[in-house]
């Protein structure tokens, strides 16, 4: 009696043992009678021997015939032989091909990047994409896991939207209500409103940003895991940020142990463990014109100035207190210089750079409105969300983690659009 199994589970099996296999042939040699095929399922490859007398004259034709990534089913028996990849390989008896491939599969060694990206649809076999997709799942599933356990609530919210979070440069606009609206640069206004109710709440959900800089670590559309709280000031929720990334470092650690070191990394959750160094804006604007970069107080910093700050460090950092004019409106002033906002960015070490992005949030109805005519904006577009300071207000804190870039520093992909499985950058919108 044949069992279907998973490839990985194959691996754990008696020598002997009657199985059969279903996947996708990813690669294949010829040795006169023998052919050997590698067979890909979502859990791993193993080598399957296709002899001509052992396997039937049929299936023999077929395996001589068949095109790279058909599906198949191969029916065998498990064979120890320390040659094979993983000391173990299939003899079939019989092989059947669920979908042939009609033409030659195009990804090949040796083609160019763009061509990859081209064909990701296709790309998306390659054992090394899908194993960055089950460490990203996974990544999720602990930050949500730990947010529930610490007593948040998932929220979901729009994504359509009439008015800028972070500025009107980036923002993606769309023409149907017969009135401006736009696509989400993060959920932050939505889940103020929710903690009236819910006081700790969280949404992962994709953000959207018409970026302008073409570099290794902006998307056009990300994942963006973002929590509010109320009654929380700037140090609550930078302890928040500390003990979240720090979860997701020793989950992934211990979950994806397997997958990360597939991938050539190793997580140690002591270059995550808080408390994480925390430095002003001042300071930092100070390292960097030690460095010589040419950088004046009020300049936001971009990618080449994280990269060369972020070098400075061998654990993740906050930069606070960034002047006013650097970061949106609703950043609550700090009292003590209010010149300077209550902000916090993460910054991940080694050249990587900002990770999270939050702070404490104005919650005075006056302050806001205030700060929404100094820059140039128009109350009444902001009306719901200055109605929230009408009722009730509490002081209140949060912040937003992208997905992929926690993914890029973690595993070191050599550009962010690795992290997903169809990547929208400036340049691209296909497949
Ligand atoms: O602009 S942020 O710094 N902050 C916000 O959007 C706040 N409104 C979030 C909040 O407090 N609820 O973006 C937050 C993070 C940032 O640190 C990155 O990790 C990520 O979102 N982010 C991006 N990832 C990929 N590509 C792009 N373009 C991008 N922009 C931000």
């Not at 032989?81 to 993983?86: E, K, L, T």
Request: hydrophobic letters at 40%; a neutral charge; glycine letters at 8%.
């Amino acid at each position: 009696m044949f069992k279907t199994l998973y490839v990985r589970d194959a691996f754990q099996c008696e020598e002997g043992l009657e199985v059969e296999l279903i996947g996708w042939i990813r690669s294949k040699r010829r040795h006169g009678k023998l052919i050997f095929l590698d067979l890909r399922d979502s859990t791993g490859i193993i080598q399957v021997a296709v002899k001509h007398g052992v396997a039937d004259n049929e299936s023999f034709m077929k395996a001589l015939d068949i095109g790279l990534e058909s599906s198949v089913k191969v029916k065998g028996r498990l064979k120890k032989d320390p040659r094979a990849p993983g000391g173990l390989e299939l003899h079939c008896n019989h092989l059947e091909i669920v979908g042939p491939s009609l033409e030659d599969f195009p990804i090949k060694k040796g083609v160019g990047l763009k061509f990859l990206l081209d064909n990701r649809h296709l790309h998306l076999r390659s054992p090394r994409v899908a194993i960055i997709m089950k460490i990203r799942a996974t990544l999720m599933d602990i930050a949500r896991r730990w947010l529930r356990e610490n007593g948040f609530v998932e929220v979901n919210c729009p994504t359509f939207i009439t008015a800028a979070v972070e500025g009107g440069a980036t923002l993606f606009k769309v023409d149907y209500f017969g009135k401006p609206a736009y696509l989400t640069q993060s959920v932050q206004f939505y889940q103020e409103a929710a903690i009236y109710s819910l006081e700790k709440v969280y949404s992962l959900q994709p953000s959207f940003r018409a970026e302008l800089s073409r570099t290794r670590r902006h998307l056009t559309e990300f994942w963006h895991l973002e929590v509010e709280m109320a009654y929380a000031d700037l140090y609550d929720i930078m302890k928040v940020i500390e003990e979240l990334v720090y979860a997701i470092v020793n989950g992934l650690n211990k979950e994806s142990e397997r997958e990360i070191r597939t991938l050539g990394r190793e997580l140690r959750p002591e270059m995550a463990e808080p408390p994480y160094p925390r430095i002003r804006y001042s300071e930092a604007l100070q390292i960097l014109q030690s460095k010589g970069v040419n950088i004046n107080w009020g300049d936001d910093f971009g990618a080449d100035e994280e990269r060369i700050l972020s070098k400075e460090f061998s654990k993740p950092f906050f930069v606070t207190h960034y002047p006013k004019e650097a970061k949106a409106f609703y950043h609550m002033p700090d009292p003590s210089n209010p010149s300077v906002c209550l902000n916090a960015d993460l910054l991940a070490p080694g050249g990587y750079g900002e990770i999270v992005g939050g702070g404490q949030r104005i919650h005075d109805y006056n302050l806001l409105t205030e700060r929404i005519r100094e820059n140039n904006l128009n109350p009444e577009e902001y009306r719901w969300y200055l109605d929230l300071r009408k009722y009730g207000s509490v002081p209140h804190s949060g912040f937003g983690l992208g997905i992929e870039r926690m993914l890029w520093w973690l595993l070191h992909l050599p550009h962010i659009r690795s992290a997903c499985l169809f990547p929208r950058t400036p340049a691209r919108v296909y497949p």
